[in-house]
T-cell receptor, first 108, second 113 residues
Framework: KNEVEQSPQNLTAQEGEFITINCSYS?????LHWLQQHPGGGIVSLFM???GKKKHGRLIATINIQEKHSSLHITASHPRDSAVYIC??????????FGTGTRLKVLA | EPEVTQTPSHQVTQMGQEVILRCVPI?????FYWYRQILGQKVEFLVS????????KSEIFDDQFSVERPDGSNFTLKIRSTKLEDSAMYFC???????????FGPGTRLTVL
C-alpha cells in the first residue's frame, strides 16, 4: 500500500471550474508539501502546510493532520493550470515521500 | 528569488558510461537531496547530504551512485556505469534545515542508450 495516495489520478475540467485534488497519507507527519510539475518536468513548490488552510492566488490548500488528509483547490481554473499536482510528505528527517500525482488538464 | 539550478538539462549517454549531474543549491541551504523520476512513475528519494556526508540513502542508491560537494556551491550526483534503467529525470533539492521546505531544481533528463 502506498504511504501517500492521491485522487483522482487524472482530471479534465472546463475553464472556470472549481477543482479539488485530494491527498491521503498513512504516516504520521508534521507538515505536507504540495508541488506542481510542469509538462516539461520541472517541479515548483506551491504550499507547505502543517495545519488549517493556506491561500495563494487562486490556489487553496487545506490539511487535517488528525484525519491524515489534505486537499488542494483551484478556483476559476484556467488552461495554464494544466500540470501534474503532487503531494509529498516528510519521512523521517531527510526525505520526502511523494504521491503518484494528479494530472490536471483544463480545457478552454 | 533564489533558486536551485541544475546542469545539464538533458544528458544522453551510452550504457556503461559514467555521468555526472550537477546542481547548485540555494546558497544558505545546508541540506541537499537527489530524487529521480522514471517516466510515468512517481518521484523517488535517492539520497540526502549534510555536512559533507550522506545522511540517508534509499535502496536505489547503490554502489554505482555517489554524491559530492566538490566546492562551496556545487553538489553532484555521479553514476559510475550507467544502465538502461537509469534513464529518468533527476531532481536536486535543497533546504535550509532538516525537515524544512525542500526547493527543487528544474531537473536533468538522463537518457541511457
Amino acid at each position: 500500500k502506498n504511504e501517500v495516495e492521491q485522487s483522482p489520478q487524472n482530471l479534465t475540467a472546463q475553464e472556470g471550474e472549481f477543482i479539488t485534488i485530494n491527498c491521503s497519507y498513512s504516516v504520521g507527519i508534521s507538515a505536507l508539501h504540495w508541488l506542481q510539475q510542469h509538462p516539461g518536468g520541472g517541479i515548483v513548490s506551491l504550499f507547505m502546510l502543517s495545519s488549517g488552510k493556506k491561500k495563494h492566488g487562486r490556489l487553496i490548500a487545506t490539511i487535517n493532520i488528525q484525519e491524515k488528509h489534505s486537499s488542494l483547490h483551484i478556483t476559476a481554473s484556467h488552461p495554464r493550470d494544466s500540470a501534474v499536482y503532487i503531494c509529498a510528505v516528510p519521512s523521517g528527517t531527510y526525505k520526502y515521500i511523494f504521491g503518484t500525482g494528479t494530472r490536471l488538464k483544463v480545457l478552454a | 528569488e533564489p533558486e536551485v539550478t541544475q546542469t545539464p538539462s538533458h544528458q544522453v549517454t551510452q550504457m556503461g558510461q559514467e555521468v555526472i549531474l550537477r546542481c547548485v543549491p540555494i546558497s544558505n541551504h545546508l541540506y541537499f537531496y537527489w530524487y529521480r523520476q522514471i517516466l510515468g512513475q512517481k518521484v523517488e528519494f535517492l539520497v540526502s547530504f549534510y555536512n559533507n556526508e550522506i545522511s540517508e540513502k534509499s535502496e536505489i542508491f547503490d554502489d554505482q551512485f555517489s554524491v559530492e560537494r566538490p566546492d562551496g556551491s556545487n553538489f553532484t550526483l555521479k553514476i559510475r556505469s550507467t544502465k538502461l534503467e537509469d534513464s529518468a529525470m533527476y531532481f536536486c533539492a535543497s533546504s535550509e534545515g532538516a525537515g524544512d521546505t525542500q526547493y527543487f531544481g528544474p531537473g536533468t533528463r538522463l537518457t541511457v542508450l
